[in-house]
């Protein structure tokens, strides 16, 4: 309805991203020019973060948080959330800098939340494969991945280590965010993960996803070391229930 739409904020970590945050940006004002922007950057080497407060300079919608020496992902988008709940934005997106994420979608997200979501995913697998331009080894272990998080955890989503989501304020202040520890593709299971046990309604928006164009991709084997460890500690959090254990409290 126009005019009534809930106050939302895509939350965006950036790390050597300078050729990007202006592509980004523009794309996500032409598909919701009533959104704002919290870039959250960690010192990009590149000079990110004078590129983004140029652009702050001329339009309020654009916000940057210097975030300090680089602390990986987990650490930018908890402390992003923190800076939109104590502003009272009431739909938080996670989204990559790199245009991998497609703001095309944000509608799509937005849409699935007024229909009573607590959080919405976007999902790369679910009804086929939408994944242009990784090497079929990357697919592969993303692929696994989600199967493996599902075989462990019961977690039932189809991309769980995705990174475009859209989170309901009152999921983000429920999951305590303080207790969130990971900061890899780990950070995308144990939130959603700590949504779910809650007994959080989670809906699923297909989205396309496209390997960046420019900059470095910081995909490592320390990533997924760290997920596959978080992996067995959150079933340990729920008590290996294959239900969400903590609903309704
Ligand atoms: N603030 C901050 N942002 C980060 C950090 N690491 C990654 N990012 C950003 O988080 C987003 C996702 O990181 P990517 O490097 O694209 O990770 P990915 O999509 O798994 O891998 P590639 O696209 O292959 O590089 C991008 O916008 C990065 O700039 C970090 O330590 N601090
Ligand atoms: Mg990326």
């Given at each position: ?7 939302t ?30 870039f ?14 140029e652009m ?6 654009i916000?940057?948080?210097?975030h ?100 309901t ?6 999951i ?27 809906a ?46």
């Amino acid at each position: 309805m126009p005019g009534m739409e809930r106050k939302t904020l895509l939350v965006i970590p950036t790390y050597d991203e300078r050729e990007n945050v202006r592509l980004v940006a523009d794309a996500v004002f032409r598909a919701a020019p009533q959104a704002e922007i919290l870039f959250v950057d960690d010192d990009s080497p590149d000079g990110t973060a004078a590129a983004i407060a140029e652009m702050a300079a001329s339009d309020p919608r654009i916000h940057l948080m210097n975030h300090g020496a680089k602390a990986g992902l987990g650490r930018a988008y908890v402390d992003g959330f923190r800076w939109g709940l104590a502003r009272g934005y009431e739909l938080l997106f996670e989204m990559d800098a790199d245009l991998s994420h497609d703001p095309k979608e944000i509608p799509a997200f937005v849409a699935a939340a007024e229909s009573g979501a607590d959080l919405v995913l976007g999902t790369r697998y679910k009804g086929g494969i939408r994944v242009i331009n990784w090497p079929l080894n990357r697919l592969l272990i993303s692929m696994f991945a989600g199967t493996f998080v599902r075989a462990v955890t019961a977690l039932p989503v189809s991309d769980p280590t995705g990174g475009y989501k859209c989170y309901t304020a009152r999921v983000l202040k429920a999951i305590n965010l303080d207790r969130i520890v990971s900061n890899g593709y780990s950070f995308q299971i144990e939130t959603t993960f700590e949504a779910w046990r809650r007994g959080f309604k989670i809906a699923e928006v297909p989205i396309v996803f496209e390997d960046r164009r420019s900059g470095q991709s910081k995909f490592s084997r320390s990533i997924a070391r760290e997920a596959f460890f978080m992996v067995f500690s959150l079933a340990w959090r729920n008590r290996f229930r294959r239900k969400p254990g903590l609903a309704g409290r």
